[in-house]
């Protein structure tokens, strides 16, 4: 994690931009699950003391996107197949709401906003190898730059908290130059969704955001889970 960490610059409050330069690390899966985390070179990494270092890492344990292994040591938590469903579950509810609740808020410049940030993300799939990890950052950008639309910042609060636990797994889609990414299966449905925003269809742009949450799911968990089917539950929530 560490070498992913420059330093802060001088302004702004110290112990808050600690702890969003870790979530971001965390929000858009640049860090792998059970990777362990050593604070004294996480400081060094970002030219900072120990102390908002340490506070960030705590709150991120209490928010259960850390955790303290049975050592002692401080590493991103391994997610279990029967984790990854029920996240995935509440996903598909809660990110579908988002996106209906943001439909009323919509404006021309979101809509060319976000089919920038599509077209880049098209562009960086096509690129392959080191921008897949580009690619990651700008399908983070577009779904929250949705879903901040809404103006509801405790749903952001709840749809972060659940990006910040997926966010590791998520390595093994987007950074792994899958068939997935290959097809730019995300493109396609970011695209649908996109025209039904415009149209101001809430139904259409829920459930073009839901497919796109589903087909990542089931890569996912066929390619980490194998001897698991993936969860019925969730492949036909909200369908």
Known sequence: MTKLLNPLPPRGTLGM?????????LLTGRVMPGERLSLRSMAEALGVSMMPVREAVYRLISDQALEVAPNRSIRVP???AEQFDEITRIRL???GYAVREAVAHVTPALIQSLRDLNQELALRMSEGGDSLGKAVLVNKALHFSLYE???????MKIIESSWLRIGPVLNYDLRSGSER??????????????????QADADAAAAAL????RS???????KQWPKKA????????LS
């Open 17 to 25: 931009d600690v702890l969003n330069r870790i979530k971001d690390l």
């Open 230 to 237: 993936p969860d019925v539950s969730v492949q036909s929530a």
């Open 210 to 213: 839901q497919d796109d949450i």
């Open 149 to 155: 639309t809404a103006h509801m910042p405790m749903l």
């Open 216 to 222: 990542a799911y089931c890569y996912i968990v066929e």
């Open 181 to 198: 990414t290959e097809n730019q299966t995300a493109v396609g449905h970011h695209a649908r969704m996109i025209s039904a925003l415009e």
């Open 78 to 80: 391994v997610m279990s």
């Open 93 to 95: 509810l809660i990110e």
